[in-house]
């Protein structure tokens, strides 16, 4: 598997890690053999890929993009912070419900409140993510191809920077080819350090 294969790079090249900040928690890659294009990462360190995925993105860089993502969200702990967040969500809804009618309430709550806060924390993760993968020696020029190749598989449109909890594909690849100069600087730091 491709988990295996990583660590067995970073032995052979040998230096120290450049992840070190990340050791000693319990991360786990589960690989689920359905055709769903996914990945998403539990608390506490358990990611889950689908296979469906893994048929789109092949090279190490492409799956580390990925990974990255989804360690960034645990990192960024946003599991804990969507629980807060949807507290005060629910805490607001209850107040507008005796002035407003409920269904209204709840589809402006997601259209002005979860869904842009959800995209903010996927936005969050790639940038964190394209350090990481930096950080640990796979090229960071990649993600933004990943994220525009997503978009593409999973059906992108003009929508879905408005009505999704995912920003559109161009949107995330944009965003991080903004972010690729500093980026470099750690993955080229990491060749000269001999950091992988």
């Given at each position: ?12 090249k ?19 053999n ?139 690849s944009?965003?991080?080819s ?19």
């Open positions: 598997m491709w988990v295996d294969q990583s660590r067995k790079k970073g032995k052979e040998g230096g120290k890690s450049a992840n070190g900040h990340l050791e000693g928690l319990n991360w786990e890659v589960l690989v689920v359905d055709h769903v294009v996914n990945a998403f990462c539990l608390p506490g360190g358990k990611i889950v890929v689908f296979t469906g995925l893994l048929e789109h993105f092949r090279t190490d860089e492409e799956i580390a993009t990925i990974i990255g993502h989804e360690v960034a969200h645990a990192v960024a702990r946003h599991a804990a912070e969507q629980i807060t967040k949807n507290l005060w969500f629910t805490i607001g809804q209850l107040i507008l419900y005796q002035f407003v009618m409920p269904d209204l309430v709840n589809t402006m709550s997601n259209l002005l409140l979860k869904l842009p806060f959800s995209r903010r924390m996927e936005i969050e993760a790639d940038y964190i993510g394209l350090l990481l993968m930096a950080s640990a020696g796979y090229d960071p020029r990649v993600a933004p191809k990943v994220f525009e190749k997503l978009g593409q598989v999973s059906g992108d449109s003009a929508l879905r920077d408005y009505l999704s909890t995912h920003p559109s594909g161009k949107r995330r944009k965003l991080l903004e972010e690729i100069t500093f980026s470099m600087s750690r993955f080229q730091g990491h060749y000269a350090e001999g950091q992988i």
